[in-house]
C-alpha cells in the first residue's frame, strides 16, 4: 500500500464518518493514531499522551460530524489532528504546570509518513547487507541520534573521523540498495 493511497483511505473514512458512520472513524482512527501518538512524543515525561490522544479522537469526531466544517487539502484531517493534539498538550501542561519536564525535541516540519511495512522491510535488508563498521556507525544513529557525533563515535569505539566517514558510505549503500528495490528515494524523503 502506497503512501497516498493511505492517505486517500484516511480522507475517505475521515468523510464518511460525517455522515455519522462509527465504523469508518475507527479505521480513521487506526490509521491516525501512530502519527498522533509520535507527534505527542516530546510531552511524554510531562501529560498523559493516552488523555491527549483520546481527546483528539473525540474533539475530531465531533469535527467530522459538524456539517458546517469540512476539512480541505490533502491530507487535511490529519494535519488538523495533529494541530488539536498539540493544542489539547499545551492545555494540560497550563492545568499541571509541568511545562519544565518538556522535552526539547523540536516539532515535526510536515506530518510525519504513516508506516509502511514494506518500506520497512527493504530498509532492514538494505541494512542487514551493509558492511560491518557502517553499519554499525548507522546503528549507532539511528539508535541514538540525539547524542553528539563524538559520544556516538567513542560509543562504537571508532574515531570521529572514521565514524562519520562510515556514516557516509552507509548512506551512500543505502540508498543504492533501496533504489535497487524499487525505493525512490525522493519520495520517501522530506
Given amino acids: ?43 511524554a515525561r510531562a501529560v498523559d499522551v493516552e488523555v491527549v490522544v483520546q481527546e483528539t479522537f473525540l474533539r475530531m469526531w465531533l469535527v467530522a460530524c459538524d456539517d458546517t466544517r469540512r476539512l480541505e ?9 495533529l494541530g488539536v493534539a498539540r493544542n489539547v498538550a499545551h492545555e494540560e501542561l497550563r492545568k499541571t504546570r509541568l511545562i519544565q519536564f518538556v522535552n526539547e525535541v523540536p516539532e515535526p516540519a510536515s506530518i510525519p509518513n504513516l508506516p509502511d511495512p514494506a518500506l520497512g522491510k527493504a530498509i532492514n535488508e538494505c541494512m542487514g547487507r551493509l558492511p560491518e563498521k557502517p553499519r554499525t556507525a548507522l546503528n549507532a544513529r539511528v539508535q541514538d541520534g540525539h ?19 562510515n556514516i557516509v558510505r552507509a548512506r551512500k549503500l543505502m540508498a543504492e540498495c533501496l533504489e535497487k528495490r524499487g525505493v525512490r528515494l525522493e519520495e520517501v524523503m522530506p
Fill in 147 to 165: 547524542l553528539r557525533d563524538r559520544d556516538l563515535a567513542a560509543g562504537v569505539r571508532m574515531k570521529l573521523n572514521t565514524f562519520l566517514q
Fill in 73 to 81: 487539502g490533502g491530507n487535511a484531517s490529519l494535519k488538523f489532528a
Fill in 1 to 43: 500500500m502506497t503512501v497516498d493511497s493511505r492517505e486517500e483511505m484516511l480522507e475517505t473514512a475521515f468523510g464518511l464518518a460525517g455522515s455519522g458512520d462509527a465504523d469508518a472513524f475507527a479505521a480513521w482512527m487506526a490509521i491516525a493514531e501512530y502519527p498522533l501518538r509520535r507527534s505527542l512524543a516530546r510531552f
